[in-house]
Nanobody, 122 residues
């Protein structure tokens, strides 16, 4: 299983970015996907998950109302739309794949992509 994240960059506070994660190597549409992030000096933390069909989504409280996770099963891709970005959103963002159809904050990811850096300036 390979997960390739992209879309990170430098943005001013209040701006937007959209991250993408392209998956290959297994039946993408059968499993939940998610995003995590790791800020400098901190542990990796949960951001959001989306179920296999897109019908269930879960978000960390810190991003609710600002971030939206979505997926396109025809393209084997999961997205993270990030709006109203804050300096505290600065982190390396990681795409994660699960071995279940639905996953939430406490679920354990089975696969990880390489990170993409998001930097929000004040």
């Amino acid at each position: 299983v390979q997960l390739q994240a992209s879309g990170g960059g430098l943005v001013q506070a209040g701006g937007s970015l959209r991250l993408s994660c392209a998956a290959s190597g297994r039946s993408f549409s059968n499993y939940a996907m998610g995003w995590f992030r790791q800020a400098p000096g901190k542990e990796r933390s949960f951001v959001a998950t989306i179920s296999w069909s897109g019908g269930h989504t879960y978000y960390a409280d810190s991003v609710k109302g600002r971030f939206t996770i979505s997926r396109d099963n025809a393209k084997n891709t999961v997205y993270l739309q990030m709006n109203s970005l804050k300096p505290e959103d600065t982190a390396v963002y990681y795409c994660a794949g699960y071995t279940t159809r639905i996953a939430s904050m406490g679920s354990r990811a089975g696969y990880w992509g390489q990170g993409t850096q998001v930097t929000v300036s004040s």
